[in-house]
Antibody, heavy 111, light 112 residues
Framework: EVQLVETGGGLIQPGGSLRLSCAASEFTVSSNYMSWVRQAPGKGLEWVSVIYSGGTTYYTDSVKGRFTISRDNSKNTLYLQMDSLRAEDTAVYYC?????WGQGALVTVSS | DVVMTQSPLSLPVTLGQPASISCRSSQSLVHSDENTYLNWFQQRPGQSPRRLIYKVSKRDSGVPDRFSGSGSGTDFTLKISRVEAEDVGDYYCMQGTHWPYTFGQGTKLEIK
């Protein structure tokens, strides 16, 4: 059974950094397009970033220059490095690929 | 960015009755590879989103056949032939043709 498990969420002060990880099992991260999608409390879904199998990456405008998506093929893990965090980045962050989604990691940016 | 507009935003339905959600995009979702990357997601209370439909009308594995998707170009519809109690939740359309991928605002389905 395919599983995507996010870790690394938590409470962080504005301006701080956090790295989310998404460990995959029964699924090869490097062979698929992998995404991060977030959902602010009580709000809808927002696509944050994607990395394609060939390595091409895209970011939504609000995180460009602050967030970096990457993967470690040897660990079969996807990452999201989040720098210069703002209050408006507070959300549950989901790792996703097509029909496969993780359970989400809560990131709270607050002083 | 492509704007996805869903209607209605709230959908009270009697058990066993059909339900329909409309989704319109601000531009055509036909990709240069001739596919239309329009997906539908269900999010039950307290759960992660679950993809129900991809490429307009293809059902994901394990999705009951009472769910169906249709449409083309800029107009799309998700239909539930007979609503069951487990269908309560939020439904989102999502386009994966143009970056940034975008979701509709969501439609909250509840039982009357």
């Amino acid at each position: 059974e395919v599983q995507l498990v996010e870790t690394g969420g938590g409470l962080i002060q504005p301006g701080g950094s956090l790295r989310l990880s998404c460990a995959a099992s029964e699924f090869t991260v490097s062979s698929n397009y992998m995404s991060w999608v977030r959902q602010a409390p009580g709000k809808g879904l927002e696509w944050v970033s994607v990395i394609y199998s060939g390595g091409t990456t895209y970011y939504t405008d609000s995180v460009k220059g602050r967030f970096t998506i990457s993967r470690d093929n040897s660990k079969n893990t996807l990452y999201l490095q989040m720098d210069s965090l703002r209050a408006e980045d507070t959300a549950v962050y989901y790792c996703a690929s097509g029909g496969y989604w993780g359970q989400g990691a809560l990131v709270t940016v607050s002083s | 960015d492509v704007v996805m507009t869903q209607s209605p935003l709230s959908l009270p339905v009697t058990l066993g009755q059909p339900a329909s959600i409309s989704c319109r995009s601000s531009q055509s979702l036909v990709h240069s590879d001739e596919n239309t990357y329009l997906n539908w997601f269900q999010q039950r209370p307290g759960q992660s989103p679950r993809r129900l439909i991809y490429k307009v009308s293809k059902r994901d594995s394990g999705v009951p056949d009472r769910f169906s998707g249709s449409g083309s170009g800029t107009d799309f519809t998700l239909k539930i032939s007979r609503v069951e109690a487990e269908d309560v939740g939020d439904y989102y359309c999502m386009q994966g043709t143009h970056w940034p991928y975008t979701f509709g605002q969501g439609t909250k389905l509840e039982i009357k």
